[in-house]
Each structure stands twice: as structure tokens, then as C-alpha cells.
């Protein structure tokens, strides 16, 4: 395959299926997760065509994320995905990161105060 993923949550779940997928079809695999030793966990267990390597990130924090993209681009790899499990990944990349900041406080704070009338 010859490209390079990035894969964040793939210490588990959905993440870690997705890295094992990639990394079977060839493809190096950045597993990232918060929980680097879930990733590593996930990382040793692979066996095939592609490699990954164990990643920590913390997907709260723009530099740290922005660091992990730009050591790929730094090595010239190329790209085949940085998946997102959601739309959420293309409005985010178009919104600022104050404003984003404002919209998930406030989900945050609604559920929580939904979560309170529901008790």
C-alpha cells in the first residue's frame, strides 16, 4: 500500500479494528491514543504487511495534534487517511478553535443539565 494513517482512539474499539485493518492491508499506521499503553498494547499485536507504531495523543490538544501531523509530513510519507468517525472531523477543520471550544462547552453543559432532569 505505501501510505501512511493516522488513527486516533487506537488504543481500542473502533480504532484499534481500524489500525489492525490498515496495518493488514499494508498501510503504516500512527495508533494514537491517550492511553499509550492501550496503544502499544494494540500495536505489538499486529502482524502483517504494514507497521504501526504507538502513538500518545491527546486529541483535546491542537499542538500535540498538529505535532503528530507534521512528523509524518516531515518524512515525507504519504497519506492515505486520517479517519474520522464522524462529519465532525470536516466542522471542525472549518471552524476556529475558539468557536469550537464555545460549541462543545455548550453540548457538554446541555447534557449534563439534561442528564440532571432525567434523574
Not at 499506521?29 to 491527546?58: F, M, N, Q, W, Y
Not at 487517511?81 to 469550537?100: F, Q
Request: charged share 25%.
Amino acid at each position: 500500500m505505501n501510505r501512511t494513517a493516522i488513527v486516533t482512539g487506537g488504543g481500542s474499539g473502533i480504532g484499534a479494528a481500524l489500525t489492525r485493518a490498515l496495518v493488514a492491508a499494508g498501510a503504516d499506521v500512527r495508533c494514537a491514543d491517550i492511553h499509550s499503553a492501550a496503544a502499544r498494547t494494540v500495536v505489538s499485536a499486529l502482524e502483517g504487511p504494514g507497521k504501526a507504531v504507538a502513538v500518545a495523543l491527546d486529541v483535546t490538544d491542537a499542538a500535540a495534534v498538529r505535532a503528530v501531523v507534521d512528523d509524518v509530513v516531515a518524512r515525507d510519507e504519504p497519506w492515505v487517511v486520517t479517519p474520522r468517525r464522524t462529519r465532525l472531523g470536516w466542522y471542525i477543520s472549518r471552524v476556529a478553535p475558539r468557536a469550537m471550544q464555545r460549541r462543545l462547552n455548550g453540548y457538554v453543559h446541555r447534557q449534563v443539565v439534561a442528564d440532571r432532569v432525567d434523574s
